[in-house]
T-cell receptor, first 116, second 115 residues
Framework: AQTVTQSQPEMSVQEAETVTLSCTYD???????LFWYKQPPSRQMILVIR??????QNATENRFSVNFQKAAKSFSLKISDSQLGDAAMYFC?????????????FGTGTRLTIIP | DTAVSQTPKYLVTQMGNDKSIKCEQN?????MYWYKQDSKKFLKIMFS???????INETVPNRFSPKSPDKAHLNLHINSLELGDSAVYFC??????????????FGNGTRLTVT
């Protein structure tokens, strides 16, 4: 079974600075997908960014980018120019490409605080 | 237009009661899920349906019974509610099986409180 580990329960960053959230995962599969979701206090689950394991290029979405290291099974999220609206719980998630096992497996989350 | 909608948003009930949570998606997705988020914010899969067929059933008590009348709806019925069932329940949907790069789209969650 796949597992996802987020070793930082809480992080904080000054507004306008850059922060990196860590995520590692364990799998024996070679083809899979990785995601970062954001959950603000409204409790909505919002997709931040996704990465296909077969792609070497790191995904970017505006101020959000990932550092995907397949051999190390690492998938960190970098948030540049942090804004107050970035304050939320961030969840790293793994999704198998195998039919019948396509659930998202989540890490335990990192609570990000933005300091004005 | 809400993509994945679940009702109710809040549910407060007493131990031993039976309750249902409804979920509907208008994205044309084939696969729907129920997740449970506990008090520590941990999200765990409960069930997954693809085209009305159950494909994932994690270790969930028999008191929880999902029902999918069609591929746009996935309801969750809970019998004999217990204190430990208090949590936020999320419904989600995604594109058809085999399209793993498709993200899950989540509803806004139902906060269930059992007293």
């Amino acid at each position: 079974a796949q597992t996802v580990t987020q070793s930082q329960p809480e992080m904080s960053v000054q507004e306008a600075e850059t922060v990196t959230l860590s995520c590692t995962y364990d799998t024996s599969e070679s083809d899979y997908y990785l995601f970062w979701y954001k959950q603000p206090p409204s409790r909505q689950m919002i997709l931040v960014i996704r990465q296909e394991a077969y792609k070497q290029q790191n995904a970017t979405e505006n101020r959000f980018s990932v550092n995907f290291q397949k051999a190390a099974k690492s998938f960190s999220l970098k948030i540049s120019d942090s804004q107050l609206g970035d304050a939320a719980m961030y969840f790293c998630a793994y999704r198998s490409s195998n039919f019948g096992n396509e659930k998202l497996t989540f890490g335990t989350g990192t609570r990000l605080t933005i300091i004005p | 237009d809400t993509a994945v909608s679940q009702t109710p948003k809040y549910l407060v009930t007493q131990m031993g009661n039976d309750k249902s949570i409804k979920c509907e998606q208008n994205l044309g997705h084939d696969t729907m899920y129920w997740y449970k988020q506990d008090s520590k914010k941990f999200l765990k899969i409960m069930f997954s349906y693809n085209n009305k067929e159950l494909i994932i059933n994690e270790t969930v008590p028999n008191r929880f019974s999902p029902k999918s009348p069609d591929k746009a709806h996935l309801n969750l019925h809970i019998n004999s509610l217990e204190l430990g069932d208090s949590a936020v329940y999320f419904c989600a949907s995604s594109q058809e099986a085999g399209r793993g790069n498709s993200p899950l789209h989540f509803g806004n969650g139902t906060r269930l409180t059992v007293t």
